[in-house]
């Protein structure tokens, strides 16, 4: 089949995007689960959507091509540049801007029959016109109608088509945060496309977004949660590639700003438990049937939030909480430490120990999340204790192995 | 639906091509200029033949259309939604334009629905009446690139003075916080949450010949074991900077990363959160800062643990 620019399904882009941007090491050779065809297909449309990001790097194995993007530099996301490239036929892009120039005015209201002679007379100027016949037109009006940019109104026994009323678009400043800093910002990025070129006024840290490539899957699970449904998903195992059916009730979207990920909780019937799934694990979402229960099960997991450190779920609510506690010093000039304990700590307590030490501790449902959180302050704990003597022995482990990496404890490099 | 034609590059090039169309003939170079600036580097190969050879019937061969009006398209059920959605973001009350009201549409998802766990509690005040007129001033100032004299506090209870140029206003997830990027004297950042007074400023403005220096770019090179699933932790959590990988063997992997000078600290706690999985390799004034916490750490090791652990 011969390249073409546009793609008719995501899902396979969305995984080299992924291997692009994120990893950037493999090689060609390297993309066995693909042809190489399929491989060059892909890297050529990636170069193209982003070329000014795309760097190749040449290696013993192969050429590498990789995605280097500093998201504080770049004011809009570019890998929502990938959800911009629908494939359609001739005869969608052309019914299209004939449709929608014939019911330019809100009032313009017209039957099938009205709307095809119309369209006929827009293309007779044309050496060899296209022909649409009335069920291409009524089945293009209905998918508009579901987008909400046709209404439709019957008048006695006839239906008649006519355009949704002009909405007004936010000033663009709005659109130019939102669209980088609120869940599914690719919609804000195409409300951008409609408004005039102008300057930026944001930029943005710590920006995070490879979430864009869930978007599509993160809009299927807020519908289900604002119907309050079931889906059925579709969820890949990376390590065995292996895929799996789910049956789940979609209760939140929780957002990790530090790590760069989103999980989906939701309460899985099969298990009688809430649980949490990688949004970019999951492939596919289907809506299913309206849960009784939801209310029921979202009250469940906000009595669970309190003692949640990250994303690790208990079997239940009733689950006992793991109990940990450090205690750090600092200097005089050093009260920003108890300040950053304040402000960082999920969950928990911090108390001022003393005008140079504070401790902080908390019960929660996993304390190995709460590690790497802890050696961000490595120089200073002075104590450290956690009922969960694995954890305990782990951080202590950890200690040694850095030490031992870094060639202290006599110099003993690993 | 997200991905649809719709919100295509291809039908923002064409309704681009049109609407000129609709004012005088096109010409192939307008044309090409169009889609250069509106779709991806190799999308003339397709829409330029398909134009002209009129398989998208849009065009007439002297370069105007059978369309009679600029194209437009309302917005879609799904861009509605996610308005009403960012309307009800408590963020959005800084903006002096507020979101048209649209009583129909249902949010695409409410506040209750996304739980972000691990952002800092110190976030600035969204709903605090001085918070948001100070903001609008400045966003304005952004744009019209006024001067402002602030005043604001430091984190030790200092009060300073500023005269600058703003520039941009940056966001940070992390910190739920926005900073004034600006040129003036000698400080190029300034927290929005500090600034305790904020006016447009039309005195004399005496900048330094050197103006102040755009903070440095470093790099630091790290080596990472990948256990624990420490391969992809990595790369998620430093995906935001400029990296390059490479793959070592089947468990080592090098990552250079590319970082502003003013969070080095930062970029050091953040790799000592991973612990042992990942180790800096250079540049080894970057090493010796590791070292050194740990070597502090080391002293402070006598009690640090409960005497039962095995």
Known sequence: MAYYELIKNFDRIRDYMREFYLYGFKSRNEYTRKSARSYDDERRRVESWLGDYMSFRQTPEGKNVFLSIDSRVSQHNPLYAAWKTKSFTDGDITLHFILFDILRDPDTALTLSELSDRIDEYLSGFEEPKMFDESTIRKKLNEYAEEGIILREKRGKTLYYRRAGYAQLPDADVLDFFSEAAPCGVVGSFLLDKTPPHADRFAFKHHYITAAMDSEIICSLFTAMGEKRTVEMQVIQRRSDRTTESQVVPLRIRVSVQSGRQYLLAYVPRLGRITSFRTDNIISVRPGEPCEQFDTHRRELDRMIPRLWGISMPVSADQPPEHISFTVEYGYHESHIHRRLEREKRCGTVEKLSENSSRFSADVYDTLEMLPWIRTFICRITAFECSNREVEARFREDLLRMYRMYGLEGGEGE | ?310
Request: overall charge negative.
């Open chain 2, 1 to 310: 639906m997200i991905f649809s034609e719709l919100y295509s590059a291809y039908y923002n090039a064409v309704a681009r091509i049109l609407k000129e169309a609709c004012a005088h003939p096109l010409s192939k170079a307008e044309l090409r200029r169009i889609v250069g600036q509106e779709a991806f580097g190799e999308s003339l190969l397709t829409i330029e033949p398909a134009i002209l050879d009129e398989r998208w019937q849009l065009l007439n061969a002297d370069g105007t259309t059978p369309l009679r009006h600029e194209p437009t398209m309302p917005l879609t059920l799904l861009q509605r939604r996610w308005l009403k959605a960012i309307s009800l973001d408590p963020r959005i009350r800084l903006f002096p334009d507020l979101c048209p009201e649209d009583p129909e549409a249902e949010p695409l998802f409410r506040q209750e629905d996304v739980d972000v766990f691990d952002r800092y509690a110190d976030g600035d005040p969204y709903e605090d009446e001085t918070y948001i007129r100070h903001f609008r001033m400045i966003l304005a100032a952004v744009r019209d690139r006024q001067p402002l004299w602030i005043e604001a506090v430091s984190p030790n209870g200092k009060e300073n003075h500023y005269i600058v140029t703003p520039e941009l206003l940056e966001y940070s997830e992390k910190d739920d916080k926005f900073r004034l990027v600006c040129h003036g004297f000698s400080h190029l950042f300034i927290n929005l949450g500090r600034i305790t007074r904020c006016e447009r400023y039309a005195g004399p403005i005496h900048y330094p010949e050197d103006p102040p220096a755009t903070p440095k770019k470093k790099t630091v090179t790290l080596e990472l074991v990948n256990e624990r699933n420490a391969l992809e932790r990595v790369m998620m959590h430093f995906a935001h900077f400029e990296k390059q990988a490479e793959r070592l063997d089947d468990r080592h992997y090098r990552i250079l990363i590319t970082y502003s000078e003013e969070d080095e600290t930062e970029m050091l706690i953040r790799i000592l959160a991973f612990g042992p999985v990942v180790k800096v390799i250079s540049p080894e004034s970057f090493t010796e800062l590791i070292r050194e916490r740990l070597r502090k750490q080391m002293k402070l090791q006598d009690g640090l643990f409960a005497p039962n652990i095995p």
